[in-house]
């Protein structure tokens, strides 16, 4: 198998050099270039030609989003490297892009690398990292943006009444509005909703806290929801949804 050809972009010397290490037993992997600054890691990045870019997000007064933006297209699989950051963390996982905290774990190099190799080549990297530009930048939580085969489509979160789980596809209940489905996991959804206002009542059911019509006592109890919808509530996280439920009317 043919090496994949890697670029590191990294201002901390510190922290590249032991990324390099840490690289340099891997025979699937070629590093070809290391670089401090967003604009000499633009022109390695064109001459290179890499494949693989471990981009660190902070760069003095730039971000390697800043980088990304100067780029015509993106050819190549990304690694960001970040210290951490819960936000950024939610977001890289629903965009389905890389990322390694930072001080860097060899483990979880290990797996990252793993997903690099196989992983097929970039077929939807434009549309991951526009998804990843957009629910980083919302710091106020008002919308997301979700890929579909058109492209994105962005939801204002107070719009979302629940999210219901069909394998590895989600069903989208969005109000005055038909449901939108997306091949992602419910699990992603959750990871990206839960700190907006939203509780995973059952295994394939996640709902919008402040859009909760009734609550029907039961043994886990029934929810219904703005549309009408009637949602079981799991007997083992129905103390936890309780105590969330009250928190989240004691906002409003």
Same mark, same amino acid.
């Given at each position: 198998?043919t090496?994949?050809k890697?670029?590191?972009?990294?201002?901390?010397?510190?922290?590249?050099?032991?990324? %390099? +290490?840490?690289?340099?037993?891997y025979?699937g992997?070629?590093?070809?270039?290391?670089? *401090?600054?967003?604009?000499?890691?633009?022109?390695?990045i064109? !001459?290179?030609?890499p494949?693989?870019?471990?981009? /660190?997000? !902070?760069? !003095?007064?730039?971000t390697g989003f800043?980088?990304?933006?100067?780029?015509?297209? $993106? #050819?190549?699989?990304?690694?960001?490297?970040?210290? !951490?950051?819960?936000?950024?963390v *939610?977001?890289f996982?629903?965009?389905?892009?890389d990322?390694? @905290?930072?001080p860097?774990?060899p483990h979880?190099?290990v797996? &990252?690398?793993?997903?690099?190799q196989?992983?097929?080549?970039?077929?939807?990297?434009t549309?991951r990292? *526009?998804?990843?530009?957009?629910?980083?930048?919302?710091?106020e939580?008002?919308? $997301?943006?979700?890929?579909?085969?058109?492209?994105?489509?962005?939801?204002?979160?107070?719009?979302i009444?629940?999210?219901h789980?069909?394998?590895n /596809?989600t069903?989208? /209940?969005?109000?005055? &509005?038909?449901?939108?489905v %997306? =091949?992602?996991?419910?699990k992603q959804?959750?990871?990206?909703l839960i700190?907006r206002?939203?509780?995973?009542?059952h295994? &394939?059911?996640?709902? #919008?806290?402040s @859009?909760?019509r009734?609550?029907?006592?039961?043994?886990?109890?029934?929810?219904?929801? =703005?549309?009408?919808s009637? $949602?079981?509530?799991s007997v083992?996280?129905?103390?936890?949804?309780? +105590?969330?439920?009250?928190?989240?009317?004691?906002?409003?």
């Amino acid at each position: 198998m043919t090496p994949l050809k890697v670029i590191i972009v990294d201002d901390e010397k510190a922290s590249a050099d032991r990324l %390099v +290490k840490l690289l340099t037993p891997y025979d699937g992997l070629d590093i070809s270039g290391v670089f *401090e600054t967003v604009e000499t890691a633009l022109k390695g990045i064109k !001459h290179e030609n890499p494949e693989v870019v471990f981009l /660190y997000v !902070h760069h !003095h007064d730039k971000t390697g989003f800043d980088l990304l933006s100067k780029l015509d297209t $993106i #050819n190549f699989e990304i690694v960001f490297t970040t210290a !951490h950051d819960r936000y950024a963390v *939610e977001a890289f996982k629903f965009s389905a892009i890389d990322y390694l @905290l930072k001080p860097i774990d060899p483990h979880d190099l290990v797996r &990252s690398v793993k997903r690099l190799q196989e992983r097929t080549q970039n077929k939807s990297l434009t549309t991951r990292v *526009e998804t990843l530009f957009h629910n980083l930048s919302n710091k106020e939580n008002k919308t $997301i943006a979700i890929p579909t085969q058109e492209g994105l489509t962005f939801l204002n979160v107070n719009d979302i009444i629940r999210c219901h789980s069909d394998a590895n /596809y989600t069903r989208i /209940y969005v109000k005055e &509005s038909s449901p939108k489905v %997306v =091949a992602k996991t419910l699990k992603q959804f959750e990871e990206l909703l839960i700190s907006r206002g939203f509780f995973r009542v059952h295994h &394939s059911s996640l709902i #919008n806290l402040s @859009l909760i019509r009734k609550y029907i006592k039961g043994k886990g109890g029934v929810v219904i929801m =703005a549309d009408g919808s009637e $949602i079981e509530v799991s007997v083992r996280r129905k103390e936890t949804f309780l +105590k969330e439920l009250a928190k989240s009317q004691a906002l409003l």
